[in-house]
């Protein structure tokens, strides 16, 4: 191990000492030590072979390329590289039966991947040492891990070069796509960590392929229909499980399985979507099937996140056609739920509302107030003293439920709240006032005056919402100065400064819809209120009047640095 670590070393000095040394002549040095060595690569020690893989490895960084052209249809024009490659890759160095030799020529086949663009006729050799003993057949665990990740490397950036192969590939890998609890001793070959790279291969292979859409769509099925089967043999298995550690087993491995078949999912793109390579129906069987483990009441947290991940994956590749789904699922996820379940729910919500807005309104309506009441219910949970885990998860699911408020008033939907009834519609805009005063936090503040400017904006004028006028004098105004005066709001604090900025924007909105009315107020009302001086409130009021918003923005720091203690 020692040696070849020094050896390495030098290999490297050598090949840059040898490149910058002096054009061609030196690279021509740096083959003929990598030829010899190949040549009789059977008699020779390991290390000088793994020295010999490594030049070549390094010979790239050192060698100035146009754009990565190394390689070049051209016989005439083969650099030096190319030649090398071609010799590394007939020469069946592969074969050598030592890991870092082993190591070392996957990960120069892959390094110089273009080669292979040029000189295609390589590359069925290269995917069979993948496939075999050499790869991903291994003896040793960490050339099999190593394998794995190459593989999908090799695939991906030759997807176009793959189409004579892809059966063949799909049918040598059947046994390394098996979802296997690592029980009873049983070691599969690959982790699953290693087994995503394999799934997400054969998805580039299916995805990419010159294939009709009905066979893309046979191949996809016959990939994820196992996992499918296996996972509800699994989940019943849970069920009934009485063994704690075997629950953790099977929960993990149910969880594997959701996380393959998101993982084939990553080969669609824009020019390639589920719905024109057919596999729409497939997809939706996964959802169909993964979305009972949401109400498995056994390991909640990791199965829960597990199908959370898929959906918000399907809510990308599925578009529309997941949204069936959807009350289902969010119905499940609502039951018994702790802090953390809801902060990790919400963002899949404004996911949704923010992709397909009136599309979704419905369902809002629907879903609204039992979230609401969900994140309440969890939130009135007495805390202890001294539980700042506690304390930060509803610091947390605040602010997620203030950003989810955000994402309904934002995306046109703000209709969702008004329909919620007036004492729901009363309870939601009490919560964002004392969000924007109580809680010394600014992050959260900053958010619950987006929410209040909005819905001035929405609301705040002549034919708004019923009531809503009397609710900004009572409540908005006042929060606009209630909140900067507390002891906690800290305008040396950079997000504080941001939240004091969004007051300001509220209070530039209410003037907005509200006109002379507003300075009317403040003038004669409010701020005499509060004590200040005449001449004092005058000037703010002229502030607020000007058409650019930073001159008030910067008044109003100036403002509350004078007011405060």
């Not at 580039?204 to 043999?233: C, G, H, W």
Request: one cysteine or more.
């Amino acid at each position: 191990g020692c040696c070849s670590k020094g050896l390495q070393h030098n290999a490297g000095e050598l090949a840059e000492h040898k490149v910058h040394g002096g054009g061609s002549g030196s690279e021509a040095a740096v083959q003929r030590v990598f030829n010899t060595t190949l040549e009789n690569w059977q008699n020779t020690r390991f290390m000088e072979v793994e020295v010999a893989l490594r030049l070549l490895f390094m010979l790239g960084e050192a060698i100035p390329a146009s754009h990565g052209a190394h390689f070049s249809g051209d016989s005439a024009k083969a650099s030096v590289l190319q030649e090398m490659m071609h010799t590394l890759v007939t020469s069946e160095v592969s074969q050598y039966l030592h890991t870092s030799v082993t190591l070392e020529f996957f990960e120069t086949v892959v390094r110089y991947e273009k080669f292979f663009t040029v000189e295609p006729q390589h590359i069925p050799t290269v995917l069979m040492s993948f496939l075999d003993h050499r790869g991903l057949r291994n003896n040793s665990p960490k050339v099999r891990s190593r394998a794995a990740y190459l593989f999908s490397r090799f695939i991906k950036t030759l997807s176009k070069h793959m189409n004579p192969y892809i059966e063949d590939i799909l049918n040598r890998i059947q046994d390394l796509l098996v979802l296997s609890p690592c029980e009873n001793g049983f070691q599969p070959l690959l982790s699953s960590d290693d087994q995503l790279f394999i799934y997400e291969s054969a998805g580039v292979l299916i995805v990419n392929s010159e294939y009709s859409a009905e066979r893309k769509q046979t191949l996809m099925r016959d990939l994820l229909t196992p996992l499918m089967e296996k996972f509800k043999v699994f989940l019943e298995k849970l069920l009934r499980e009485q063994d704690e550690e075997r629950q953790t087993v099977l929960a993990d491995c149910l969880n594997h399985a959701v996380g393959f078949a998101s993982r084939t999912s990553k080969a669609f793109s824009n020019k390639q979507t589920v719905k024109q390579c057919g596999c729409s129906e497939v997809y939706r069987d996964c959802l169909q099937t993964f979305l009972p483990a949401l109400s498995c009441p056994l390991q909640k947290e990791v199965l829960r996140s597990g199908v959370r991940t898929f959906l918000h994956r399907m809510i990308i590749c599925l578009e529309e056609e997941v949204l069936p789904f959807i009350p289902t699922a969010s119905e499940h996820m609502l039951k018994d739920c702790e802090a953390k379940d809801l902060q990790e729910f919400i963002p899949l919500i404004n996911q949704i509302t923010a992709k397909f807005k009136t599309q979704i309104s419905p369902f809002l309506q629907q879903v609204f107030m039992p979230l609401v009441r969900a994140i309440f219910e969890v939130l009135a949970r007495p805390v202890e003293e001294n539980d700042q885990t506690a304390a930060l998860e509803n610091q947390m699911l605040r602010r997620s439920y203030f950003a989810f408020l955000q994402t309904v008033a934002g995306s046109g939907m703000s209709e969702v709240i008004a329909n919620q009834g007036v004492q729901n519609v009363e309870q939601v805009l009490f919560t964002v006032i004392q969000g924007a005063v109580e809680f010394p936090d600014p992050i959260a503040q900053k958010t619950c005056f987006i929410i209040l400017s909005k819905l001035v904006e929405l609301w705040g004028g002549k034919d708004g919402l019923l009531g809503f006028e009397d609710f900004i004098y009572k409540h908005i105004v006042p929060a606009c100065f209630l909140a900067p005066m507390k002891p906690t709001f800290d305008l040396a604090d950079a997000q504080t400064v941001l939240a004091l900025s969004e007051c300001a924007v509220t209070l530039k909105t209410i003037h907005l819809k509200r006109g002379p009315e507003l300075i009317q107020y403040l003038q004669q009302e409010y701020l005499q209120s509060l004590q200040v001086a005449p001449e004092i409130s005058r000037e703010f009021c002229q502030a607020l009047q000007q058409p650019d918003g930073k001159i008030f923005k910067n008044y109003l720091k100036v403002f509350f640095q004078r007011a405060k203690p």
